[in-house]
């Protein structure tokens, strides 16, 4: 009757293994379920510390991101509503130094979004962007 949550530590051979995770719940009164596998992007190192800028803020159509990486790498943009629902999501290859990328948020609803970049070498903090209605 209560929600729970989990938390695991799991350890993946290479820097950026696909994990896929399974729940079955079983219950007191001898019922169970089993939820559809889930994947997980496993970062095993972070190597270097990128610094990321989001422009305008709030935003109407476009959200131009600056990404500044110390090093040659893949890398994925991905947007969340406030509900966590992922809105958005690009692959992008950073070269060292700076790079330039814009979304087209004209379809998106007004409200907060949370911007997160991630690769297996670079950090990028996530970022809080208003698009205005």
Do not use: M, W
């Not at 079955?24 to 596998?37: A, I, L, N, V, Y």
């Not at 990128?50 to 943009?77: C, F, H, M, Q, W």
């Amino acid at each position: 009757n209560s929600p729970v949550d989990y938390i695991y530590t799991d350890k993946p051979d290479n820097a950026a293994d696909v994990i896929y995770y399974k729940l079955s719940q079983h219950d007191f009164d001898g019922k169970s379920e089993t939820f559809s596998p889930v994947d997980v992007t496993c970062i095993k190192e972070i190597v270097h510390a990128g610094k990321l800028d989001l422009y305008p803020n709030p935003a109407k159509e476009i959200i131009n991101i600056t990404a500044r990486s110390p090093a040659n790498t893949g890398a994925v943009v991905e947007i969340y509503d406030i509900n966590g629902v992922k809105v958005y999501e690009e692959k992008l290859r950073l070269n060292e130094g700076v790079n330039n990328s814009s979304v087209d948020v004209s379809g998106f609803t007004g409200g907060a979004y949370v911007v997160r970049v991630y690769s297996a070498a670079v950090a990028f903090s996530p970022q809080v962007i208003y698009v205005k209605r």
